[in-house]
């Protein structure tokens, strides 16, 4: 089977995400139905139960929308899902979608999941002069001016008392995320990192 780190998330007590966009697209196991994919990942993690999104990010080409850009695990019984208000934003019905399945689902362990929502920032489009800054290698995609990019504040680091959060220079936004992610990690130190250049890589 087919799939990258980010396209997982898992609780640590037996609950799996996942994105049916990701995990379902032709160019990771087209010869695999969801069931067995399911099952894959059960036997592989360890895990009991699976939460399929329809849906990652808007914009995350790249990775056919990877979970980790969309929603993640806080802690067992509680996730993050990014999130805009702005019902013209392509992201609106994504979101919408993701919140109404994770609502009306429960963890492995029965437990109603609670929603934070995470806002993403933007929307960030490439600039002429972003574009001309990359450079293209091999059989790499493209690229190009006004491309939207998949910016997102779920995909943040953790790591042993601190957590270190995606900054994209939507002041709003961006003190916004930092904001959350202190209440829900009160234990952790909440490091800004500027990583919009990374968007392009």
């Given at each position: 089977?087919?799939?990258?780190?980010?396209?997982?998330?898992?609780?640590?007590?037996?609950?799996?995400?996942?994105?049916?966009?990701?995990?379902?697209?032709?160019?990771?196991?087209?010869?695999?139905?969801?069931?067995?994919i399911?099952?894959?990942?059960?036997?592989?993690?360890?895990?009991?139960?699976?939460?399929?999104?329809?849906?990652?990010?808007?914009?995350?080409?790249?990775?056919?929308?990877?979970?980790?850009?969309?929603?993640c695990?806080?802690?067992?019984?509680?996730?993050l899902l990014?999130w805009?208000?702005?019902?013209?934003?392509?992201?609106?019905?994504?979101?919408m979608?993701?919140?109404?399945?994770?609502?009306?689902?429960?963890?492995?362990?029965?437990?109603?999941?609670?929603?934070?929502?995470?806002?993403?920032?933007?929307?960030?489009?490439?600039?002429?002069?972003?574009?001309?800054?990359?450079?293209?290698d091999?059989?790499?995609?493209?690229?190009?001016?006004g491309?939207?990019?998949?910016?997102?504040?779920?995909?943040?680091y953790?790591?042993?008392?601190?957590?270190i959060?995606?900054?994209?220079?939507?002041?709003k936004?961006?003190?916004?995320?930092?904001?959350?992610?202190?209440?829900?990690?009160?234990?952790?130190?909440?490091?800004?990192?500027?990583?919009?250049i990374?968007?392009?890589?």
């Amino acid at each position: 089977m087919i799939l990258e780190g980010g396209s997982i998330h898992v609780d640590g007590e037996g609950t799996c995400l996942t994105t049916e966009e990701c995990l379902l697209n032709k160019n990771r196991n087209p010869n695999m139905t969801k069931e067995q994919i399911e099952d894959q990942l059960k036997a592989y993690l360890g895990v009991q139960k699976v939460i399929w999104l329809p849906y990652g990010l808007y914009g995350d080409d790249d990775t056919n929308g990877h979970i980790d850009n969309m929603c993640c695990f806080a802690r067992p019984g509680v996730v993050l899902l990014s999130w805009t208000d702005d019902e013209k934003d392509p992201q609106f019905i994504r979101s919408m979608e993701a919140e109404s399945i994770l609502s009306n689902t429960s963890d492995a362990n029965g437990r109603r999941l609670e929603i934070i929502k995470l806002h993403v920032p933007g929307p960030l489009y490439m600039t002429d002069e972003e574009a001309a800054g990359v450079v293209q290698d091999c059989n790499a995609k493209p690229r190009l001016p006004g491309t939207r990019l998949a910016a997102s504040y779920v995909n943040f680091y953790i790591s042993t008392g601190g957590i270190i959060t995606p900054q994209f220079g939507d002041q709003k936004w961006d003190d916004e995320a930092v904001r959350v992610l202190s209440q829900v990690f009160p234990n952790h130190e909440v490091r800004k990192y500027f990583c919009l250049i990374y968007q392009y890589l």
